[in-house]
């Protein structure tokens, strides 16, 4: 692909004619006009939208590289409290998050990818799966904080299973809770589908080594929803076929999963991108 065909290429990610999408929350790419030495993809987290990602990505692209945060299917309406989860599918949105990295390969001789939560699942799915330089995972979603990781697969069966609910993240803030290029419910199912695509990786990983060569995985120390030791487990697999993991612990923060987010607690996602940005030197 070239840089021209890239270009294309992320047009096609987005269909501008369709009106329910918020404009504020479409596909972002930052270039430079050229192809640099290094372009990076940040994959946002479920319920959100590229704009979670947008001073990382701003910091990113003034450091000289080309910055592509794609919108997840399904994901940034303008109305919050749409349906359009109820039928979120991980095939659709593994084939974003190939295309992206396909674009990426034109915008920079290297690539990162990286991503939080569910952004992080999808940027450990492409290191398994496919090669380019670096992978950050941020937080992944490979499981639930305080659900042992021999249960998780028996929770994503039964999620599948029971009638898909919308539950709202804050039981009492409900649509009110920021951040407004966010939804304020998940869709049960698609926490089902993204334990399920977990376990998967997971299998995959206890059989092959991954073939992106580089691996950085960003925990918070002290997580509060995801589950770090699921995370630990997939490091322990990559590592057992003899590819080295760096593990970073990010001290300093308080108690939270939502680490990256700007627009609801400002002061922790500045933190977090100081401590992560050393990350893609």
């Not at 319920?47 to 000289?64: V, W």
């Not at 419910?185 to 092959?208: G, M, N, P």
């Amino acid at each position: 692909m070239t840089y021209s065909e890239a270009l294309s290429a992320f047009e096609r990610l987005e269909d501008h004619r369709d009106d329910t999408v918020a404009p504020a929350s479409r596909s972002l790419l930052l270039s430079h006009g050229e192809p640099r030495e290094r372009a990076v993809v940040l994959f946002h987290g479920l319920t959100s939208s590229p704009p979670q990602f947008d001073a990382f990505a701003r910091a990113l692209h003034a450091r000289g590289e080309n910055v592509i945060v794609p919108r997840l299917p399904r994901h940034g309406d303008r109305d919050r409290l749409s349906n359009a989860l109820r039928d979120f599918s991980m095939d659709e949105v593994l084939s974003v998050a190939e295309s992206s990295l396909e674009i990426a390969r034109a915008l920079g001789r290297r690539v990162t990818v990286a991503g939080f939560s569910v952004g992080g699942l999808l940027t450990a799915w492409l290191a398994q799966h496919h090669r380019f330089e670096h992978a950050v995972a941020i937080s992944p979603f490979l499981g639930i904080m305080g659900i042992p990781h021999e249960v998780t697969p028996l929770v994503a069966r039964t999620l599948r299973r029971l009638p898909n609910r919308f539950v709202y993240w804050h039981p009492i803030k409900r649509e009110r809770l920021l951040p407004v290029h966010g939804y304020p419910r998940i869709a049960t199912r698609a926490v089902a589908a993204s334990l399920e695509l977990a376990q998967q990786l997971l299998l995959d990983a206890a059989q092959t080594a991954p073939r992106t060569p580089r691996i950085t995985l960003a925990l918070n120390a002290r997580e509060a929803a995801v589950n770090n030791n699921a995370a630990r487990r997939l490091a322990d697999l990559w590592e057992a076929h003899g590819v080295s993991v760096e593990r970073r612990r990010l001290r300093g923060l308080p108690p939270s999963h939502d680490i990256v987010e700007p627009l609801r607690h400002p002061k922790i996602a500045a933190k977090a991108l100081a401590l992560l940005l050393p990350v893609f030197e």
